[in-house]
Nanobody, 121 residues
């Protein structure tokens, strides 16, 4: 079993910054892509940014230039640095990871429990 635990959410003013962390634990052989999604009230969950095991990244257009995804493979941890936050960034942010629990086994997809980010105007 694999657990993803997020931290770092909270309340911030427009233009402020926050850094989210997500640590994976449990039976882990390797982690492929890791990333962040978010879901605002009344909206579908959407991709924020992802990073591959090799360090390649991809972002939603709405956060490009403001958010940065990074990872520490030794710690099985992914980060989301959010700068110049806007009220429309308010959402629950979820960590996501594709994890191989054993060599040669297909990777399974896991989600964190979510952390609230609220940006006040």
């Amino acid at each position: 079993q694999v657990q993803l635990v997020e931290s770092g959410g909270g309340l911030v003013q427009t233009g402020g910054s926050l850094r989210l962390s997500c640590a994976a634990s449990g039976i882990i052989f390797s982690i492929n892509a890791m990333g962040w999604y978010r879901q605002a009230p009344g909206k579908q969950r959407e991709l924020v940014g992802i990073i591959t095991s090799g360090g390649n990244t991809n972002y939603a257009d709405s956060v490009k230039g403001r958010f940065t995804v990074s990872r520490d493979n030794a710690k099985n941890t992914v980060y989301l640095q959010m700068n110049n936050l806007k009220p429309e960034d308010t959402a629950v942010y979820y960590c996501n990871a594709w994890v191989e629990t054993k060599k040669y086994l297909q990777a399974n997809n896991y989600w964190g429990q979510g952390t609230q980010v609220t940006v006040s105007s």
